[in-house]
């Protein structure tokens, strides 16, 4: 599974990746977890408000910060 947080960098973009590394963790799943902060990058992958998260390519939210069992919801439906 590869999951991509696209977002400048901004707190409630931290805030989302530790979301989705720390359910990563309590679901015991394994994952490339990158940060895209390039605005072409985010903008080739179709994320037109941040923070987004996209797994394998399709994005499962954006434009808020997910609460953690949203985020473990989200990771176990992927």
Same mark, same amino acid.
Do not use: F, W
């Given at each position: #599974?590869?999951?991509? &947080?696209?977002?400048?960098?901004?707190?409630?973009?931290?805030?989302?990746?530790?979301?989705? &590394?720390?359910?990563?963790?309590?679901?015991?799943? $394994?994952?490339?977890?990158?940060?895209?902060? $390039?605005?072409?990058? #985010?903008?080739?992958?179709?994320? *037109?408000?941040?923070?987004? &998260?996209?797994? $394998?390519?399709? &994005?499962?939210?954006?434009? *808020?910060?997910?609460?953690?069992?949203?985020?473990?919801?989200?990771?176990?439906?992927?």
């Amino acid at each position: #599974m590869k999951v991509q &947080i696209a977002g400048p960098g901004c707190p409630k973009c931290q805030t989302t990746e530790k979301n989705v &590394i720390n359910a990563l963790a309590e679901l015991n799943k $394994d994952a490339e977890v990158t940060h895209v902060t $390039d605005y072409k990058e #985010m903008a080739q992958l179709g994320v *037109r408000l941040t923070p987004a &998260i996209v797994i $394998d390519g399709k &994005i499962v939210l954006s434009g *808020r910060v997910p609460s953690p069992s949203e985020t473990k919801e989200l990771l176990q439906n992927a």
